[in-house]
């Protein structure tokens, strides 16, 4: 990937999306395409053709998907399944027909086996019974790694490379109560506790299960790496974690210093804990040569000043 290279990143506007344009700016790539949602609607498979035949994007970074947080994806399994498999379907095929050198498609951590043995190592992907609540975006996501190595198999290339980053946090981060993941959901608990005085939070479960989250600059920075790196890759998906994870006690206890509230936490352990550990073996992708570089303190004081700027402005309900 050269610097004046053209490169398109779907999904620009979203957590991975900006950190990667964010990313790639600041090491002097010039020549980077990017569409608002409403200008360009992947979903739309005649206007991604159009698309990719008009603009003939050499490197493609495929965050563009739909999201959400446990209410959202058992309400919808129907929108989250169509919507992320037409998307990736309709980039993937252009991709292929116009001869895109490279693009890189992200799957998630809960395509693995609910009862997966820790860490979760890439082969233990379709060994078991997933989560049931994300059956539906995690049928999409495991759609979406089989057809890239489908896809290069077939055409015999090694055009198509399928990452699967553990939970991301960072600026641009949804803080929708109902669809935010564990961290930006902290956040926004502990701010609002402080702002209102409040001596007492109550957090749902028991605090004890375990997660690792990647700073969404660390995922940009491993798919600009992976990006360089394709000859290195061979046709599977690769695990991308920060390679430490930590207790939902000790999460709410980073939070809480950096967001500086000073009340009690306490725990509601009538509510259910979820998976007891999401830790992913990231040790292929690490052997290759990337590093991730940011501890969690650093990633959350930067998240919390995003966050700190747009609810002052009023602009986190948009992505909401
Ligand atoms: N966040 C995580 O913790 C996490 C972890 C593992 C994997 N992933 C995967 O990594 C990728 C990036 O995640 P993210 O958290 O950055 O997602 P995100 O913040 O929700 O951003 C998704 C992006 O996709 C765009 N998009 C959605 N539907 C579209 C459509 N029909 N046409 C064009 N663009 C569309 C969104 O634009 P609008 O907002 O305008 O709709 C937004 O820019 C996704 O595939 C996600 O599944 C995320």
Known sequence: MYKDSKIYIAGHTGLLGSAIIKRLKGLGYANIIAKVHDELDLTNQSAADEFFKNEQPEYVFMTAGLTGGIIANKTYPAIFLHTNISMQDNVFEAANKYNVKHLIFYG???????????????????????????????????????????????????????????????????????????????????????????????????????????????????????????????????????????????????????????????????????????????SKFLDIGWRPSTNLEDGLRITYEWFLENIQEGLLNERV
């Open 108 to 282: 998630s951590s809960c395509i693995y086996p609910k009862k997966s043995p820790q860490p979760m190592k890439e082969e233990y992907l379709l060994t078991g019974q997933i989560e049931e609540t994300s059956e539906a975006y995690a049928i999409a996501k495991m759609a979406g790694i089989v057809a890239c190595k489908a896809y290069n198999n077939q055409y015999k290339t090694n055009r198509f490379i399928a990452l699967i980053p553990n939970s991301m946090y960072g600026p641009k981060d949804n803080f929708d109560l109902e669809n935010s993941h564990v961290l930006s959901a902290l956040i926004r608990r502990f701010h609002e506790a402080k702002m209102n005085k409040m001596d007492k939070i109550v957090l749902w479960g028991s605090g004890n299960p375990r997660r690792e989250l990647i700073f969404s600059e660390d995922a940009a920075e491993a798919s600009i790496f992976a990006m360089k790196n394709a000859d290195k890759l061979q046709n599977t998906h690769y695990n991308i974690g920060s390679g430490v994870d930590y207790s939902i006690k000790e999460l709410a206890e980073i939070v809480s210093q950096i967001v500086g509230y000073k009340g009690r936490i306490e725990w509601d352990t009538a509510k259910p804990d979820g998976a007891q550990r999401k830790f992913l073996d990231s």
